[in-house]
């Protein structure tokens, strides 16, 4: 005989992971039964022994106490092992409960059909079809038995005894006391009687409660796994939620100071969504040493549909803005784009910025966002009501107008979206512009950060336990200007060879009033004669223009841009060649550039209103 694999036998009865917290709840309601019925019978004795029962001790004592004796043993053995919750657990109970409900049934044989069902019942709350329907058959079996042997046993059912079999029965013993039936009752007729009257028909409604109670149990499962798979489901978006907020949050600028290194001004931004991930988004960018990009915007709807266009919106802007473009040419760049493929017709309303760090200038563009908030450098706080042109995403081939505004060392531009204004209280009652800059007023001298974190609190206050229905951000800007920048100088001639000469003699009158070394004079000498002659021979190509040469210093570096309109060309681009390979292996050019940039500290280009920039710079002493 094959001996039985112990641990092939366990896994394939072990508890599904899934109806863990299921199965063990389903045998402490077993083990509820258990107690109540161990409760009930010994209730029962005490009542038997007060004489309240006609049925005499010696047939009561005898099922009750194996009755409470059978609980005990299954609820001793259920509170050692709830913790482990044992795949065997459920069966134990689901027999304990058969046999101590079968045992009664043979002593109680009269209208007890209750007693059959609760096992099959029972069972049903694992949740398991197979196990209802095998309980079943075993509370069949079990009480097919207990009917049998209660037939000779125990109380006699009148029903299953009819007058024309003459019984005449007079009371004197027994369960009952002593009974005189007519001879011509036998065992077998009890029996026989007790399957035909008695226990068929409680089968027959037993079936039936079976039936139901498999139905049960298999409808039970499938709605757990159903919640399983919903909590599944839920689990996985709160994930990819908590994922795209965190993602979302490193695509904003979020360490502050974000120039530590700076003096010129200072900046700090916040969002709060209105969801886990929301569709405001907030940017600002060096275009170059001397120019900062301002980026708020709103894009529309909210979750995670309108953080994806807010992604894809935030990384145009910034990518076009970086190449040197205007605001408007900014925003027409990237409506154009956006509209060129907008199926779901989504926009996003953007107000974007570039503040001159040399002189305080901000040439901006608005389409459809909320108006910026300025404080001049000795005055309040003011709505300033440029042009208002239309939404990005909304119309293709839009035109966009610029405006400029004058910020002064003491400057602090303001910016939000329209969830500030928009705030609303339990009253219905909105926060408003007006209220907006009135707060702005009582805090105006306070920094950035403690602006923005002093209105988010009025917001906050204003609102109340009204729930937050739109992303809330802001920015604030604080222009301190350049302290230590010297007058910037600049030159324009034309974009010639015969140019170079003055053009040097103009950058060395300013560099020796700065006290540069000989050395220093020499390197951008060399690197200003190769920047001036490629202007003069491939900027413009056979048409004329000029050159500009602007130069500025602070205590440390000296700057100096090189600008002209001619044809778009980045040198920076280009890969350096190596130079560890020989003359003929080497492609052609490039030479020129990498000397610049390893005679210079810094080299940069920018496209700027149409402009070639290029801007290198030297520290005055090495």
Not at 165 to 177: D, K, R, Y
Not at 424 to 436: L, V
Request: hydrophobic share 45%; glycine share 8%.
């Amino acid at each position: 005989m094959k001996k039985p694999n112990w641990k092939e036998l366990r896994e394939k009865f072990a508890v599904n992971p899934i109806f863990q917290t299921n199965e063990a709840q389903a045998n402490r309601l077993g083990a509820i039964i258990l107690l109540n019925t161990a409760l009930l019978l010994g209730i029962i004795l005490i009542l038997g022994f007060m004489g309240v029962f006609l049925l005499k001790m010696d047939g009561l004592f005898p099922p009750c106490m194996q009755g409470i004796i059978a609980c005990l043993i299954m609820l001793v053995i259920y509170q050692l092992k709830k913790k482990d919750n044992p795949w065997w657990m459920k069966f134990l109970l689901i027999v304990g409960v058969t046999l101590v409900y079968g045992r009664l049934d043979a002593m109680l044989t009269h209208k007890v059909i209750l007693l059959m069902a609760i096992p099959v019942i029972y069972s049903s709350r694992y949740f398991s079809r197979r196990l209802t329907i095998v309980t079943s058959i075993v509370t069949t079996l079990a009480f097919l038995g207990s009917s049998i042997w209660g037939a000779t046993h125990g109380l006699i059912n009148l029903n299953i005894v009819t007058m024309d079999e003459g019984i005449h029965m007079i009371t004197t013993g027994g369960f009952l006391g002593d009974t005189v039936i007519n001879a011509g009752v036998t065992d077998e007729m009890l029996i026989k009687n007790t399957l035909l009257f008695d226990y068929l028909p409680k089968w027959l409604i037993f079936s039936i409660i079976s039936v139901i109670s498999a139905n049960l149990a298999g409808r039970g499962r499938q709605m757990v796994l159903t919640q399983h798979e919903k909590d599944l489901s839920t689990a996985r978006l709160q994930y990819e939620l908590s994922l795209a907020t965190k993602i979302q949050t490193a695509l904003l600028p979020s360490t502050f100071p974000a120039f530590p290194d700076r003096k010129d001004f200072d900046i700090y931004a916040s969002t709060k969504p209105a969801k886990e991930v929301g569709g405001d988004f907030y940017d600002f960018f060096l275009v170059d040493n001397d120019h900062l990009g301002l980026v708020i915007a709103d894009a529309s709807g909210k979750g995670i549909p309108a953080a994806l266009f807010m992604l894809i919106s935030k990384i145009l802007i910034k990518n076009i803005a970086m190449s040197g473009r205007t605001p408007s040419e900014v925003l027409y760049s990237v409506n154009k784009q956006i509209c060129s493929n907008n199926r779901e017709d989504m926009f996003v309303t953007v107000w974007i910025g570039i503040l001159d760090l040399r002189t305080g200038q901000l040439t901006a563009s608005n389409a459809g966002h909320e108006y910026p908030i300025l404080k001049k450098a000795d005055g309040e706080f003011e709505i300033i009501k440029g042009s208002h042109d239309f939404v990005v995403g909304g119309m293709d081939d839009m035109r966009y107008k610029e405006y400029s505004l004058q910020m002064n060392p003491g400057s602090k531009l303001f910016l939000y979206t329209d969830g500030i204004a928009e705030a609303t209280d339990d009253k219905k009652e909105q926060f408003g512009t007006a209220r907006t800059v009135e707060i702005l007023n009582k805090i105006k001298d306070a920094t950035p950060q403690e602006l923005l974190e002093k209105m988010d609190d009025a917001v906050e206050l204003f609102v109340g336990d009204a729930e937050q229905f739109d992303d809330m951000t802001m920015m604030c800007i604080h222009y301190k200007g350049s302290a230590v920048t010297k007058e910037e100088k600049e030159i324009t001639l034309p974009a010639k060879n015969e140019s170079i000469p003055e053009i040097t003699d103009f950058i060395n009158n300013e560099l020796e009033a700065l006290g540069c070394s000989n050395k220093t004079i020499a390197q951008i000498d060399t690197v200003t004669d190769d920047i001036v002659s490629n202007i003069a021979n491939y900027a413009y190509g056979k048409e004329e223009g000029n050159v500009t040469v602007s130069m500025s210093s602070d205590d440390e570096t000296v700057t100096i841009v090189f600008s002209d309109n001619g044809r778009p060309y980045n040198p920076l681009a280009k890969v350096d060649p190596d130079i560890t390979l020989s003359a003929e292996e080497r492609p052609v050019g490039g030479l020129g550039i990498l000397m610049i940039k390893k005679m210079m500290d810094n080299v940069d280009y920018r496209y700027l209103n149409g402009r070639n920039n290029l801007i290198i710079k030297k520290k005055l002493s090495e």
